[in-house]
């Protein structure tokens, strides 16, 4: 079974800060990885996804995140982040193959941007 | 604005209670899911639906019974709940069950269990 963690609970970042938030997950096959961002009394939304192909994945928002196979891992980035950025950021993964229905999410990480 | 629509946003009930959750989509989409997230907490998958047959359960209590009456429609039907079922109830929907199916999640029912 796959597992993901993101190891940062709360981050807080004053605007036009650079972001990045860990994620890294263990399963032994190939994975699909996507970014989730839940504002504020909001629903889930895509942030962006990553199949194959380049592991540079670019989402909205300016948001990217970088697949490093060797590391199981999967951070999620910005340049220079804003107030309405606050929000809470989950990693998920689904395995390909048998049972690839299953999408896996971690625990969430908090972000807190101060104007 | 989402695309999966739940409804009602907030509900309150005793444990005697009986009530639905209703999720609806119309997107085309041919697989549903039931999501169960505690406060600060990752969603928890219970239920997925795909054609509208039940395909997976995750070990979920029979006091929570879903039902799929169309490709647009899902249900959860609540019965004798326990105050540890108070949770915010995900609804989420996707092209298919395969893996590359990025899952459109709706705003979610807060379910409080009196």
């Known amino acids: 079974a796959q597992s993901v963690s993101q190891h940062n609970h709360h981050v807080i970042l004053s605007e036009a800060a650079s972001l990045e938030l860990g994620c890294n997950y263990s399963?032994?096959?190939?994975?699909?990885l996507f970014w989730y961002v839940q504002y504020p009394g909001q629903h889930l939304q895509l942030l962006l996804k990553?199949?194959?192909?380049?592991?540079l994945v670019k989402g909205i928002k300016g948001f990217e995140a970088e697949f490093i196979k060797s590391k199981f891992s999967f951070n999620l980035r910005k340049p220079s982040v804003q107030w309405s950025d606050t929000a809470e950021y989950f990693c998920?993964?689904?395995?390909?193959?048998?049972?690839?229905?299953?999408?896996?999410f971690g625990k969430g990480t908090k972000l807190s941007v101060i104007p | 604005d989402t695309e999966v629509t739940q409804t009602p946003k907030h509900l309150v009930m005793g444990m005697t209670n009986k009530k639905s959750l209703k999720c609806e989509q119309h997107?085309?989409?041919?697989?549903m899911y039931w999501y169960k997230q505690k406060a600060k907490k990752p969603p928890e998958l219970m239920f997925v639906?795909?054609?509208?047959?039940?395909?997976i359960n995750e070990s979920v209590p029979s006091r929570f019974s879903p039902e799929c009456p169309n490709s647009s429609l899902l249900n959860l039907h609540l019965h004798a709940l326990q105050p540890e079922d108070s949770a915010l109830y995900l609804c989420?929907?996707?092209?298919?069950?395969?893996?590359?199916?990025?899952?459109?999640f709706g705003d979610g029912t807060r379910l409080s269990i009196l």
């Open positions: 989420a929907s996707s092209q298919d069950r395969g893996a590359y199916q990025p899952q459109h």
């Open positions: 399963y032994g096959g190939t994975v699909n």
């Open positions: 990553y199949f194959s192909g380049d592991p």
């Open positions: 998920a993964v689904n395995a390909q193959g048998a049972g690839s229905y299953q999408l896996t």
């Open positions: 997107m085309g989409h041919r697989a």
């Open positions: 639906y795909s054609y509208e047959k039940l395909s």
